[in-house]
């Protein structure tokens, strides 16, 4: 087995609605698409946003873009309008998510 990072095999890209947070990862081929399917679950988000994120997370595929979505409820502390945190709008979500480490 070895570790991966997701950043090194797909482009990520989130933003908001209200208190929910959306992470659209894109494999960079076939076969990154093929493990990140594998390896990137609805949970494994979810833990690795730890707190940050309240309710669930779904995932959603894409194959024939070769993409995964990730809706992550209660993720913006109430929203934009409400939240103190620094990311609002979620933004830097998809840059956190590209951090995680993986073993394949």
Known sequence: ????????????????KNDVCNIGVMANDLVAYSIIKQHLTADK????????????????EWDTIESLNFVCHGALDGGASRSLRMDTLGK??????LRLEFEV
């Open 1 to 16: 087995m070895s570790r991966i990072k997701l950043i090194d095999i797909a482009s990520a890209r989130s933003g908001d």
């Open 45 to 60: 988000v979810k833990q690795h946003f730890g707190d940050m994120i309240k309710g669930e997370v779904v995932r959603y």
């Open 92 to 97: 830097n979500f998809s840059s956190h998510l």
